[in-house]
């Protein structure tokens, strides 16, 4: 039976297992960590893997094993564990993005610098541990407010918009030596440049350094302030076709080849302001986490997740409709398309999504009555 490794599958990666044994394909789970993080276990199943390997620090013995268990693909399972799965893929010798960008692939600093050189678009920022530094940075270019946030963070953690001396000082006294949601410890602070525009993700699906748009979304956020900035309040899935989409697409596949993502899943965050647009962030792993797949497989059918799935089993099949874009019904006017509104339980740890399809569309192929909303568990 041919076995995938998924490294630390939490996220939206906890649905990769299923998905490939529905093709006849076995997982074994990588252990990124000595112990599975408390808020990863909402979505992770245990139950959905062939084989469940603990976490070793040695990656000849890891890959080793993996040999021994006939895997041929090692797939990052969430963003604490990005660069590892690239480190198992490499020694492996199976299909990767290699390891001399992993490092810009995860540190947000880094990651903007590189893609910078390739003459992509970005906020300006400095990083540094002091706090003076920052502060005569913002002052002297005329940055205020602006953003402050963890190198390695995922989401809105540590993320603040700051208009004040006061606040970047409250700010950055939180963050270094902290260790973040990732197991990340801040050894330096990251200031930015705050640019106001509309926010989108594209999703991708690369191999061979071939890139494929799997959705478009437009991200709607709190008015922003101090706490607020990195917050999500609602996604809308776009139409793949017009002005705005290739302007994202071709975009999105700029950072991707200036950071070497040449295989596998990417998301990309872009803010499109009067100068055209910026890249956020990337990250080189699927979206977020299970419901923007159900949405996605409810409206069009499929998901950057099964785009995944194909590329790795059937990539001659992926590659052969790379140019290839999904269909949406409904459209991105306010009040259309497909819109998924989250919010977080902070008592019970738990992440919860309300889900709508549009009315019309395909919901019945996730299970789900268009227009009805659906929880994750």
Known sequence: MRTVAIVDPYDAESMLAPAFAAHGVAAVMVGGTPEIPCEETVSFDPATFARMLPWCDDITATVATLRGHGVGTVIAGSERRVILADQLSEVLGSPCNGTRLSEARRDKFR???????????????????????????????????????????????????????????????????????????????????????????????????????????????????????????????????????????????????????????????????QDGPALVEIGARLHGGPPAHLMCRAAIGSSQLDLLVQSCLDPASFLDGVARRYKLDGGAAPGHGCRCRGSRDRDRGRLLRDYHAPRGGRGDRAGLAPGRPARSK
């Open 111 to 273: 990651m903007l610098e590189e893609v910078s050189r390739r003459g992509v678009r970005v906020p300006r920022q400095i990083q540094s541990g002091s706090l003076d530094t920052l502060v005569a940075w913002i002052d002297a270019n005329g940055h205020w407010p602006a953003v402050i946030k963890p190198r390695r963070s995922k989401g809105s953690d540590g993320v603040r918009l700051c208009a004040s001396t006061q606040a970047v000082a409250d700010a950055f006294h939180v963050l270094p030596g902290r260790t973040d949601r990732l197991g990340c410890c801040n050894d330096t602070v990251l200031a930015q440049q705050f640019l106001r525009g509309r926010e989108y993700v594209v999703d991708t699906v690369s191999r061979d350094g071939r890139h494929r748009l799997a959705a478009l979304w437009a991200y709607g956020r709190p008015e922003p302030d101090y706490a607020r900035v990195g917050l999500l309040a609602t996604k809308q899935l776009l139409p793949p076709h017009g002005p705005l989409a290739d302007t994202l697409f071709d975009f999105a596949v700029q950072v991707l080849d200036a950071l070497e993502i040449r295989h596998g899943a990417g998301h990309c965050d872009v803010i499109i302001d």
